[in-house]
């Protein structure tokens, strides 16, 4: 009974916050007492928001109050102190489920403070005083309050382990030397832990090390975020920009168009009014002559008639009018025809450079460059379907196949290609390339050479310097029956690999990779080139060795479609 009344007191006179008994009480307004330094950090804590709180209650107070100490619970402490109370107060210190208890309490066990690895065993703080007394004690060591601590003992034995095995890697006690681990090389526990110890450093130094290196990558992975915003931000406003110039300066031909079309109206109404009161004064005049005649030719006197016959008769021989000629329904349809072929014109562009834009943008990869595909199956998701330009082709190529298909022909059969003042039998594809594209190339006849290029190969009045390979911005590999050689500003590199008239050309502008391959029933890397793109390129074919053939069965060179 006296027991529990003793709890209740010790209960009354406890701090809520560190739950001991109190020290240098102080008692709040709301009326819940402290210890004086557990109130203060309490309140340390608010000082950000300005209102403190009381931590059973939760009533505030604005500003913080003064706190004085409560002279009277410091008395009744003090006494509870006294009658033995200070060991109810310390209900806190008995172990729990989840707490190491000590070994060497009896009833109610305390929490340890320590557990021995000598003794194999945890002490509270009452129990672990000969461990710091008691000289041959002083030399255990001591660690944090541990459960594992059966584990060091051997499970055949009931020994302490202290002996590490060599052989089999692993703790053994001294009676497992004599038995299953008779032979077998040992060293103590101590002396294996100081050697994995060494290594553990060397190891935790190397943890640190790429700690610091993900540290770095992650504030430079942060600047890219921030730099991916500034960038997408720009581009969205130039873009726009761009756009609305390009929907005002449309507006505007539209308007121009619609004014030139209303004055024109307004022209075409004046002269057509203006005829057409012409032809009706003339009809009117020719009424009136009409009736003059009719009234003569009505006279019953023959002496009139014949009198006045010759000035009437003059009236009839009036000046013919011309006839109007009218084109019927071809007003301003040809304007409309213009418009539409414009129109046309518009879309087919947005259209061909809407792939462009929208591989720009998927293209977008702030992280490491994808790894070269390995097989060509690999390849063909990047397949991409070249189609030539006629404009950019030498007068004596043509084309054919829908545009993926080139034939040198004698420039004298050929009709409709201006001559191009490159000098070259070359040709350039429609498409502009970026990010990952693969396409493949087939050839007979001949030598060629398979290329990519800048949209303006040309650096200068030099016709020699325009050819592929021949400048700093086009990359050529000239294929023959029986060689290879790679072509760059007019540097040529021979190139070993199998023969075969189909090769691909593999392109990651990003990472500003060029492969060319010999592909067959297998695919052969012949040359790869490392460099930086600065602008999206073209590919392109060149006829570099043309010997005599018969019209109609000139080398050709065909952009195959890839499935």
Same mark, same amino acid.
């Given at each position: 009974?006296?027991?529990?009344?003793?709890?209740?007191?010790?209960?009354?006179?406890?701090?809520?916050?560190?739950?001991? =008994?109190?020290?240098?009480?102080?008692?709040?307004? *709301?009326?819940? /007492? #402290? &210890?004086?330094?557990?109130?203060?950090? !309490?309140? $340390?804590?608010?000082?950000?928001?300005?209102?403190?709180?009381?931590?059973?209650?939760?009533?505030?107070?604005?500003?913080?109050?003064?706190?004085?100490?409560?002279?009277?619970?410091?008395?009744?402490?003090?006494?509870?102190?006294?009658?033995?109370?200070?060991?109810?107060?310390?209900?806190?210190?008995?172990?729990?489920?989840?707490?190491?208890?000590?070994?060497?309490?009896?009833?109610?066990? =305390?929490?340890?403070?320590?557990?021995?690895?000598? *003794?194999?065993? /945890? #002490? &509270?703080?009452?129990?672990?005083?000969? !461990?710091? $007394?008691?000289?041959?004690?002083?030399?255990?060591?001591?660690?944090?309050?541990?459960?594992?601590?059966?584990?060091?003992?051997?499970?055949?034995?009931?020994?302490?382990?202290?002996?590490?095995?060599?052989?089999?890697?692993?703790?053994?006690?001294?009676?497992?030397?004599?038995?299953?681990?008779?032979?077998?090389?040992?060293?103590?526990?101590?002396?294996?832990?100081?050697?994995?110890?060494?290594?553990?450093?060397?190891?935790?130094?190397?943890?640190?090390?790429?700690?610091?290196?993900?540290?770095?990558?992650?504030?430079?992975?942060?600047?890219?975020?921030?730099?991916?915003?500034?960038?997408?931000?720009?581009?969205?406003?130039?873009?726009?920009?761009?756009?609305?110039?390009?929907?005002?300066?449309?507006?505007?031909?539209?308007?121009?168009?619609?004014?030139?079309?209303?004055?024109?109206?307004?022209?075409?109404?004046?002269?057509?009014?203006?005829?057409?009161?012409?032809?009706?004064?003339?009809?009117?005049?020719?009424?009136?002559?009409?009736?003059?005649?009719?009234?003569?030719?009505?006279?019953?006197?023959?002496?009139?008639?014949?009198?006045?016959?010759?000035?009437?008769?003059?009236?009839?021989?009036?000046?013919?009018?011309?006839?109007?000629?009218?084109?019927?329904?071809?007003?301003?349809?040809?304007?409309?025809?213009?418009?539409?072929?414009?129109?046309?014109?518009?879309?087919?562009?947005?259209?061909?450079?809407?792939?462009?834009?929208?591989?720009?943008?998927?293209?977008?990869?702030?992280?490491?460059?994808?790894?070269?595909?390995?097989?060509?199956?690999?390849?063909?998701?990047?397949?991409?379907?070249?189609?030539?330009?006629?404009?950019?082709?030498?007068?004596?190529?043509?084309?054919?196949?829908?545009?993926?298909?080139?034939?040198?022909?004698?420039?004298?059969?050929?009709?409709?290609?201006?001559?191009?003042?490159?000098?070259?039998?070359?040709?350039?594809?429609?498409?502009?390339?970026?990010?990952?594209?693969?396409?493949?190339?087939?050839?007979?006849?001949?030598?060629?050479?398979?290329?990519?290029?800048?949209?303006?190969?040309?650096?200068?009045?030099?016709?020699?310097?325009?050819?592929?390979?021949?400048?700093?911005?086009?990359?050529?590999?000239?294929?023959?029956?029986?060689?290879?050689?790679?072509?760059?500003?007019?540097?040529?590199?021979?190139?070993?690999?199998?023969?075969?008239?189909?090769?691909?050309?593999?392109?990651?502008?990003?990472?500003?990779?060029?492969?060319?391959?010999?592909?067959?029933?297998?695919?052969?890397?012949?040359?790869?080139?490392?460099?930086?793109?600065?602008?999206?390129?073209?590919?392109?074919?060149?006829?570099?060795?043309?010997?005599?053939?018969?019209?109609?069965?000139?080398?050709?060179?065909?952009?195959?479609?890839?499935?």
């Amino acid at each position: 009974m006296a027991q529990q009344r003793n709890q209740l007191d010790s209960e009354k006179f406890s701090c809520s916050i560190c739950l001991d =008994l109190l020290k240098d009480p102080v008692t709040t307004s *709301c009326g819940h /007492s #402290y &210890c004086m330094d557990c109130i203060k950090t !309490h309140w $340390d804590g608010e000082d950000g928001t300005r209102i403190y709180s009381c931590p059973q209650c939760r009533k505030t107070f604005t500003p913080r109050p003064v706190l004085q100490k409560n002279v009277l619970f410091a008395e009744l402490v003090e006494d509870l102190k006294k009658t033995g109370l200070q060991a109810a107060a310390a209900d806190h210190c008995y172990a729990g489920p989840e707490d190491v208890s000590c070994d060497f309490c009896t009833g109610r066990k =305390l929490k340890a403070v320590k557990s021995c690895l000598v *003794c194999l065993a /945890s #002490y &509270c703080e009452n129990h672990l005083q000969p !461990h710091y $007394d008691v000289a041959p004690l002083k030399k255990h060591q001591l660690v944090e309050p541990s459960k594992n601590l059966q584990e060091n003992f051997c499970s055949s034995h009931d020994e302490v382990m202290k002996i590490f095995c060599l052989t089999d890697q692993q703790l053994i006690c001294y009676l497992c030397t004599m038995d299953e681990h008779k032979r077998h090389e040992t060293v103590s526990a101590a002396a294996e832990r100081k050697k994995k110890q060494k290594e553990l450093e060397v190891s935790r130094l190397n943890v640190q090390q790429r700690i610091q290196d993900r540290q770095k990558d992650v504030k430079l992975l942060q600047q890219e975020l921030k730099a991916i915003k500034v960038s997408a931000d720009k581009t969205v406003e130039e873009s726009e920009k761009m756009f609305t110039q390009m929907i005002h300066l449309i507006q505007k031909r539209r308007r121009d168009v619609e004014q030139q079309i209303r004055s024109q109206q307004k022209n075409e109404e004046s002269r057509v009014k203006e005829l057409e009161e012409k032809l009706e004064q003339e009809i009117r005049d020719l009424e009136r002559k009409d009736a003059e005649l009719k009234q003569l030719s009505d006279t019953p006197d023959h002496s009139q008639f014949l009198l006045n016959y010759p000035s009437v008769s003059a009236l009839s021989e009036s000046k013919p009018t011309c006839s109007i000629n009218i084109h019927p329904h071809r007003h301003f349809e040809d304007v409309t025809a213009a418009v539409k072929e414009l129109s046309d014109k518009i879309q087919a562009i947005l259209r061909d450079t809407w792939t462009n834009i929208s591989l720009a943008i998927t293209e977008v990869d702030v992280l490491l460059p994808k790894p070269e595909p390995k097989t060509r199956d690999e390849f063909l998701k990047y397949s991409r379907e070249i189609t030539l330009d006629p404009n950019t082709a030498f007068r004596c190529l043509q084309l054919s196949e829908n545009d993926r298909k080139v034939t040198f022909m004698e420039c004298s059969h050929l009709r409709g290609h201006g001559d191009r003042s490159t000098g070259f039998c070359q040709v350039l594809s429609k498409e502009s390339l970026t990010g990952h594209c693969y396409w493949e190339v087939e050839w007979r006849r001949g030598g060629v050479e398979v290329a990519v290029a800048y949209k303006n190969t040309c650096r200068g009045g030099n016709l020699y310097d325009c050819g592929f390979g021949r400048n700093d911005k086009s990359w050529s590999l000239r294929c023959d029956t029986n060689s290879y050689l790679f072509w760059y500003n007019n540097t040529k590199t021979p190139v070993s690999g199998p023969q075969s008239y189909r090769i691909g050309v593999y392109l990651d502008h990003r990472a500003g990779v060029l492969s060319f391959y010999s592909v067959s029933e297998t695919m052969t890397l012949l040359h790869r080139v490392q460099t930086t793109f600065t602008e999206p390129i073209h590919a392109g074919v060149q006829f570099s060795d043309l010997q005599v053939f018969i019209i109609g069965f000139g080398p050709t060179i065909e952009f195959l479609k890839l499935k």
